[in-house]
């Protein structure tokens, strides 16, 4: 025995050595190699795009359509010096903030739903929210604007022509309210699946004990559910609020001419006038103001839900 265990003790002292786990700058190098996928992902298809989109706003088009030197802030300054552009700009936050505000008052009951409901309305109530978006967005806008139309065709106007309600077509189709429905159908779900992963993560004790303490409920929703999911408010709002924003496909078959956004504005100065230091201008500012927005909005919520 003696003998044997010297012999295969050099052995044994290997196969521990080599069991030992990771030390803690080999667990950093592990890290790091596991992240360069998807940094190099976001390098190529996120950071690198983005740092083209500024480098085109800031150079100069020559009249035989090549963008070059020198540097220039002339797009900047024509854009925020034209009354059009403020304007589609203004028009783009407006319609993005209704659209983000409609789909929190939409999304919370039926995340509430969805969350304090059995297992079956539990099931029947993702599909709902999931279903919508197995379909294009180009197809459902269509049909929104078949349901929308100005004329006596339109199913909405025949709905209330039939009714007794009004006496003529009236304009819905081609104005910032088709915008924002149809915007509200595509983008809702957006918000409903963020609040119920929040409300989900609330303990209803707490709302019990709100209760048993004599708390209505809408007093108990007031000062405890809402607090509690402002989380999940924040992402749905952010999220809703951005793809709003940058919207290009449900403002232009709604919207018209007469409810364009920047999106719209992006797409003409490309494809229409050629002109790209322009086209990315609009661009910039476009994401520049959003992430703006959004992080204020963030920072708001948050300071509320610490303050509740």
């Given at each position: 025995m003696t003998v044997t265990a010297t012999v295969f003790s050099p052995a044994l002292r290997v196969v521990r050595a080599s069991a030992r786990p990771l030390g803690l700058g080999d667990g950093r190098l592990a890290g790091?190699?596991?992240?360069?996928?998807?940094?190099?992902?976001?390098?190529?298809?996120?950071?690198?795009?983005?740092?083209?989109?500024?480098?085109?706003?800031?150079?100069?088009?020559?009249?035989?359509?090549?963008?070059?030197?020198?540097?220039?802030?002339?797009h900047f300054q024509h854009f925020l010096g034209t009354g059009l552009y403020i304007h589609v700009l203004v028009a783009t936050l407006r319609m993005a903030a209704v659209t983000a505000a409609l789909?929190?008052?939409?999304?919370?009951?039926?995340?509430?739903?969805?969350?304090r409901s059995n297992a079956l309305v539990m099931r029947i109530m993702t599909i709902v929210v999931i279903a919508p978006l197995i379909v294009s967005v180009v197809v459902r806008t269509y049909g929104w604007q078949l349901l929308l139309g100005n004329g006596p065709t339109g199913v909405v106007n025949w709905v209330l022509l039939s009714l007794g309600v009004i006496h003529q077509p009236i304009r819905i189709l081609y104005t910032e309210?088709?915008?924002?429905?149809?915007?509200?159908?595509?983008?809702?779900?957006?918000?409903?699946?963020?609040?119920?992963?929040?409300?989900?993560?609330?303990?209803?004790?707490?709302?019990?004990?709100?209760?048993?303490?004599?708390?209505?409920?809408w007093r108990v929703f007031w000062r405890v559910t809402l607090p509690l999911s402002l989380p999940g408010l924040a992402v749905g709002f952010t999220l809703v609020f951005s793809l709003t924003a940058s919207s290009y496909v449900t403002p232009a078959i709604l919207g018209g001419t007469s409810a364009q956004m920047l999106g719209n504005l992006i797409e003409q100065q490309i494809t229409a006038v050629y002109d790209w230091p322009f086209g990315a201008t609009v661009a910039v500012v476009l994401v520049v103001t959003v992430l703006a927005i959004n992080l204020a909005s963030s920072w708001f919520l948050e300071r509320r839900r610490n303050l509740a």
């Amino acid at each position: 025995m003696t003998v044997t265990a010297t012999v295969f003790s050099p052995a044994l002292r290997v196969v521990r050595a080599s069991a030992r786990p990771l030390g803690l700058g080999d667990g950093r190098l592990a890290g790091l190699l596991l992240l360069l996928p998807a940094s190099g992902f976001l390098l190529a298809f996120s950071i690198a795009p983005a740092l083209t989109l500024f480098g085109y706003s800031v150079l100069t088009q020559r009249p035989d359509g090549v963008v070059t030197l020198p540097l220039t802030l002339a797009h900047f300054q024509h854009f925020l010096g034209t009354g059009l552009y403020i304007h589609v700009l203004v028009a783009t936050l407006r319609m993005a903030a209704v659209t983000a505000a409609l789909a929190a008052l939409l999304g919370y009951p039926v995340a509430l739903v969805m969350v304090r409901s059995n297992a079956l309305v539990m099931r029947i109530m993702t599909i709902v929210v999931i279903a919508p978006l197995i379909v294009s967005v180009v197809v459902r806008t269509y049909g929104w604007q078949l349901l929308l139309g100005n004329g006596p065709t339109g199913v909405v106007n025949w709905v209330l022509l039939s009714l007794g309600v009004i006496h003529q077509p009236i304009r819905i189709l081609y104005t910032e309210t088709a915008v924002v429905i149809g915007s509200l159908h595509v983008f809702l779900p957006m918000m409903v699946l963020p609040l119920a992963a929040a409300l989900a993560k609330i303990d209803p004790q707490l709302e019990d004990a709100a209760r048993t303490l004599g708390a209505a409920s809408w007093r108990v929703f007031w000062r405890v559910t809402l607090p509690l999911s402002l989380p999940g408010l924040a992402v749905g709002f952010t999220l809703v609020f951005s793809l709003t924003a940058s919207s290009y496909v449900t403002p232009a078959i709604l919207g018209g001419t007469s409810a364009q956004m920047l999106g719209n504005l992006i797409e003409q100065q490309i494809t229409a006038v050629y002109d790209w230091p322009f086209g990315a201008t609009v661009a910039v500012v476009l994401v520049v103001t959003v992430l703006a927005i959004n992080l204020a909005s963030s920072w708001f919520l948050e300071r509320r839900r610490n303050l509740a």
